[in-house]
């Protein structure tokens, strides 16, 4: 079993940024690919990165702007976000997936094992 503990959410304006963690505790860390998702108001929830020891994905829509890092160390999962915008605003959550490759499933719900509770990310225009 994993637990995953989400925190670094809050409200930012528009083109500032945030650092959201993610504590993992219950496994070996390392073995695990963690993901990022995140979901707005009436819509589905939405992939955002992904990393493992084979690398690293991410949508579209914030290449560029957002970073997926780890400290194997502490068992913990970063999303370093920039330049945000009004459209990022959503729930954040991090997801643990048994598996230490990433595949073109990566992007989909399915492809993960255990979820965090989801913290919230405000960007004020």
């Known amino acids: 079993q994993v637990q995953l503990v989400e925190s670094g959410g809050g409200l930012v304006q528009a083109g500032g940024s945030l650092r959201l963690s993610c504590a993992a505790s219950g496994r070996t860390f390392s073995n695990y690919a963690m993901g990022w998702f995140r979901q707005a108001p009436g819509k589905e929830r939405d992939f955002v990165a992904c990393?493992?020891?084979?690398?690293?994905l991410y949508a579209d829509s914030v290449k560029g702007r957002f970073t997926t890092s780890t400290d194997n160390a502490k068992n913990t999962v970063y999303l370093q976000m920039k330049n945000l915008k009004p459209e990022d605003t959503a729930v954040y959550y991090c997801?643990?997936?048994?598996?230490?490759?990433?595949?073109?499933?990566?992007?989909?719900?399915?492809?993960?094992?255990?979820w965090g509770q989801g913290t919230q990310v405000t960007v004020a225009s």
């Open positions: 997801a643990a997936a048994m598996k230490t490759y990433i595949s073109s499933t990566a992007s989909r719900l399915q492809w993960y094992d255990y």
């Open positions: 990393m493992s020891r084979s690398g690293t």
